[in-house]
């Protein structure tokens, strides 16, 4: 009996090793830059090197707080510039501005960034050295929140 406990613990801790457990280090963040290809535009997210605070930009340059815990992140209020850009684009901001307060959970390995929201959607970013043209701007103009 003692001999098929131990093998259930054996295989138990086995299959634990196997799942993907791996806690996200928050302080790998910060500083980093990256882009994600969407319908109509790029979309941008920046994590600032020294405050808990993301820039970027889709059609609108935005900003805002977020706070992360091991593989947990939530994003806080966005702030944004105000211009109008083409349909597609401009579904794809807003899309974009809806998710983001959902985002739950964070994935960083590889140079891909997934963030995760409630209802399981997700966004893949990859990691880039810099942001192209002033997306990687932390001061916006005509900020309106969200």
Same mark, same amino acid.
């Given at each position: 009996?003692?001999?098929?406990?131990?093998?259930? &613990?054996?295989?138990?801790?086995?299959? $634990?090793?196997? &799942?993907? +457990?791996?806690?996200? #280090?928050?302080?790998?963040?910060k500083g980093t830059n990256f882009i994600s290809a969407q319908p109509g535009v790029d979309i941008t997210?920046?994590?600032?090197?020294?405050?808990?605070?993301?820039? &970027?930009?889709?059609? #609108?340059?935005?900003? /805002?707080?977020?706070?992360?815990?091991? +593989? #947990?992140?939530?994003?806080?209020?966005?702030?944004? !510039?105000? %211009? %109008? /850009?083409? $349909?597609?684009? %401009?579904? !794809?901001?807003?899309?974009? *501005?809806?998710? %983001?307060p959902m985002v739950e959970t964070y994935e960083l390995?590889? /140079?891909?960034?997934?963030?995760?929201?409630?209802? &399981?959607?997700?966004?893949? *970013?990859?990691?880039?050295?810099?942001?192209? /043209?002033?997306?990687?701007? !932390?001061?916006? $103009?005509?900020?309106?929140?969200?």
């Open positions: 009996m003692k001999f098929k406990l131990l093998a259930i &613990g054996a295989c138990a801790l086995a299959l $634990t090793a196997c &799942g993907d +457990n791996t806690t996200q #280090n928050p302080e790998m963040l997210l920046s994590f600032d090197p020294v405050e808990m605070r993301v820039y &970027g930009g889709v059609v #609108n340059r935005y900003n /805002g707080g977020y706070t992360a815990d091991g +593989n #947990n992140i939530k994003f806080e209020g966005f702030a944004s !510039t105000m %211009m %109008m /850009g083409d $349909t597609e684009a %401009m579904e !794809t901001e807003r899309e974009y *501005f809806e998710f %983001m390995s590889d /140079g891909k960034l997934t963030l995760i929201a409630s209802d &399981g959607k997700e966004i893949i *970013f990859t990691q880039v050295e810099s942001l192209p /043209g002033n997306a990687a701007t !932390t001061e916006t $103009t005509e900020v309106v929140a969200e």
